[in-house]
């Protein structure tokens, strides 16, 4: 076997049984959980079943986020939980392998793309949100293959898929911009072409759906995230401490490379430093050029992300794939120290200091939980967890099995694999017994409304419509008169009012969704009545309420 051939089998052994490692953790996800993913699941059935997205149903993300979906829906012909959830962990395994290949043509250090790729799949964050379809991670994973394209210079397929990560979501657009940056000032003649082909790729994706969907492709796509904005919520500062407890070594990795650049760039002559532009070409000191560009990117979306009034924990996820590269580029360099001290006994200072940094932030980081709302008040407490449910064989869940802990302490370290397992102990299990209530007591006909982050997954088991496609309800659309809470009452009371189709069960959840709102309970009890009750462990008391039979007309 030539050595070429010798070592795409290594690399292919290598990824594969971190991909088998990764998915066997991910299995534990494939149940249902309260999660706006439930949207995305009903939105892609009505795709799938010749529904347009902005004309025919509020859509409020690019629509290459429904894309994975439709296609699944159309392979398995039908609703199918497992494949639908096998979408954002797939994405997050499809990342990590272009990390690994991006790490490894950088510093060509098998370990340090090995490291690399670990890191990034079994962080915390990336764990639990791979369980989710939020279309983070799809956008990523775009994203990232655009950054492994721009690297190994497919400059026009770097631009296509830069298109698709932006029409995925936009909140990739600043790290669009930089990877675009990086293959201009390479070549300009080479950025143009990516520019050229990103552009045509989002018109050519998004222009069919701007022109079915008119006013509502704006403001699914545009107008709701700009008012929505406006409104508080969860803020940078929020959000911050729990992820850098959590995500401590990731977020922080661009910091630890910096001295690793300085003193990289301090060993250039110095005639050759003049030129400030060669440091970020790609074609030269790659190790530069590429740390240089992922810790603008890094500086770039924490400015970001700190200009947000609304930031969710999944948005940090953005920062990853660069702060990756930067970690694997110091894992390279910090080992390749190591190595010389031990043999020569040179870059002593760099390696001892090196290990003081990481050595530091082994410390550092476990005072992050100090600063967490739940801290002070549950301290020392302990929380017990079932074992998460997987559909694989008892036997394979062994090693799993082997790190479980079924006890936590508040305030004790642990590995966030371990924390990781505890969230996917949150399923809705109380799904099942609703979809039986209604397959028992609904009608051929029966619509269904209610709180969007359960009720589509409700619909989607239990074969019934929701109401005139109004799938997600979120409360910022209301408070962002996308449509007002009054026009949506009046719609059901028209629908109540005829003959067929009526909306005879709507499923809330009163401390949350649209449940919680003023407006709707009134509606509620003047026309609905409680037909049964529903106690989660985790997600509060679902109330299913059944129409009453003369409905009050307001």
């Known amino acids: 076997m030539n050595p070429a051939k010798q070592k795409y ?69 039908e609703f199918n939980l497992n494949a639908m959830k096998m979408i954002p962990s797939t994405a997050a395994a499809a990342t990590g392998i272009f990390l690994y290949l991006i790490v490894l043509r950088v510093v060509n250090r098998r370990g340090a793309a090995v490291a690399s790729i670990l890191l990034f799949l079994f962080s915390y964050d990336l764990l639990r949100a791979s369980s989710h379809w939020t279309g983070i991670n799809l956008s990523l994973c775009w994203m990232t293959l655009a950054f492994l394209l721009a690297v190994v210079q497919k400059h026009k397929a770097c631009g296509i898929v830069l298109g698709i990560s932006i029409s995925t979501g936009i909140y990739t657009l600043p790290g669009a911009m930089i990877i675009l940056g990086s293959v201009f000032v390479k070549k300009p003649l080479h950025g143009f072409y990516c520019i050229v082909t990103a552009f045509l790729a989002v018109i050519a994706i998004n222009l069919p759906f701007l022109l079915w969907g008119g006013k509502g492709f704006i403001d699914g796509v545009f107008l709701f995230h700009f008012l929505k904005s406006t409104l508080q919520g969860g803020s940078f500062l929020d959000q911050i401490d729990h992820l850098l407890f959590h995500n401590f070594f990731v977020l922080s990795a661009p910091l630890y490379l910096l001295p690793v650049l300085v003193i990289q760039i301090k060993k250039i002559k110095p005639e050759n430093r003049i030129d400030f532009l060669n440091l970020f070409k790609l074609s030269g000191n790659s190790f530069i050029s590429t740390g240089l560009w992922c810790l603008i990117a890094w500086i770039v979306y924490i400015l970001f992300l700190m200009s947000l009034k609304r930031v969710y924990h999944y948005y940090f996820l953005l920062v990853f794939p660069f702060s990756i590269v930067c970690a694997g580029l110091f894992i390279s360099t910090f080992f390749e120290n190591l190595k010389i001290c031990l043999k020569k006994r040179s870059a002593l200072y760099q390696t001892l200091f090196f290990s003081m940094l990481i050595i530091a932030g082994g410390f550092v980081y476990p005072f992050f939980e100090q600063l967490l709302p739940y801290y002070q008040k549950q301290k020392g407490q302990i929380k017990q967890y079932s074992f998460p449910i997987s559909p694989l064989p008892t036997s394979l869940q062994i090693p799993v099995r082997l790190l479980w802990n079924s006890d936590r302490k508040v305030g004790k370290r642990y590995a966030g694999i371990q924390y990781y397992l505890w969230h996917e102990t949150r399923v809705f299990s109380e799904a099942e017994q609703i979809v039986d209530v209604l397959k028992t007591y609904a009608n051929k006909g029966d619509r269904l409304f209610g709180d969007s982050t359960s009720t589509p997954l409700i619909a989607l088991f239990s074969h019934l419509m929701i109401f005139d496609n109004f799938v997600d309800t979120n ?80």
């Open 9 to 77: 089998v290594v690399d292919v052994l290598i990824l594969s049984t971190i991909v088998c490692i990764f998915s066997l953790f991910k299995s534990y996800s494939l149940n249902p959980y309260v999660s706006d993913s439930n949207i995305y699941f009903y939105d892609a059935w009505l795709m799938a079943n010749g529904h347009i997205p902005y004309r025919d149903f509020f859509f409020a993300h690019p629509v290459f986020h429904l894309i994975p979906g439709w296609i699944m829906m159309m392979i398995t012909s």
């Open 475 to 554: 409360t910022m659309r209301f408070k962002a008169a996308l449509p007002n809470l009054e026009s949506l009452i009046s719609k059901l009371l028209a629908a109540n009012t005829s003959k067929k189709n009526k909306v005879n069960w709507i499923l809330i959840n009163p401390a949350k969704g649209v449940g919680r709102l003023t407006v709707f309970k009134q509606f509620l009890k003047k026309n609905y009545t409680p037909f049964k009750y529903f106690k989660t462990r985790y997600s509060g008391t679902y109330i299913l309420m059944k129409l009453k039979i003369t409905p009050t007309i307001q």
